[in-house]
């Protein structure tokens, strides 16, 4: 229900409304009732109104705003399985193909190797 309320208070809707709901308490108290006003000039009687309003409002915006953080942090944590299940998976994935790296490079050092002696044995083989 705090929601709802919030949601509502922080509308145009809301907005415009309590303001022509605000025009209309001074024009009537000014206009209307000449002689005996429920509210004259300075209007006090709506400045009690509006803090009111303010007072009520306050809390139930700040019970509002718990409720959304309260989502917000179950929300998180929903997320936050799959990404460190990534994660884990991406590590993993990079360590298969840093072990396939070694291995290439080991086969790249043999082939290397053999080139060599090759090369020597060639190079002997001329010499005699």
Same mark, same amino acid.
């Given at each position: 229900?705090?929601?709802?309320?919030?949601?509502?208070?922080?509308s145009w809707?809301f907005i415009?409304?309590?303001f022509? /709901?605000? %025009?209309?308490?001074?024009?009537i108290n000014?206009l209307f009732f000449?002689e005996e006003r429920?509210?004259?000039?300075?209007?006090? /009687?709506?400045?009690?109104?509006l803090s009111c309003l303010a007072? %009520? @409002?306050?809390?139930?915006?700040?019970m509002?705003q718990?409720?959304q953080?309260?989502?917000?942090r /179950?929300?998180?944590?929903?997320?936050?399985?799959p990404?460190?299940?990534?994660?884990?998976e %991406? @590590?993993?994935?990079h360590?298969? /193909?840093?072990?396939?790296?070694?291995q @290439?490079w080991?086969?790249?050092?043999e082939l290397?190797r053999? @080139?060599?002696?090759?090369?020597?044995?060639l190079i002997d083989? &001329?010499? &005699?």
């Amino acid at each position: 229900m705090a929601d709802r309320m919030a949601k509502f208070g922080g509308s145009w809707k809301f907005i415009l409304s309590f303001f022509f /709901l605000l %025009i209309l308490w001074m024009v009537i108290n000014t206009l209307f009732f000449t002689e005996e006003r429920f509210d004259p000039y300075p209007f006090i /009687l709506l400045n009690l109104v509006l803090s009111c309003l303010a007072a %009520i @409002q306050a809390p139930i915006i700040m019970m509002s705003q718990s409720r959304q953080a309260e989502k917000d942090r /179950l929300q998180a944590n929903k997320e936050y399985q799959p990404n460190l299940k990534a994660e884990l998976e %991406i @590590q993993q994935l990079h360590s298969r /193909l840093d072990l396939f790296m070694k291995q @290439q490079w080991e086969s790249l050092l043999e082939l290397q190797r053999i @080139q060599l002696e090759l090369t020597e044995e060639l190079i002997d083989g &001329k010499k &005699k």
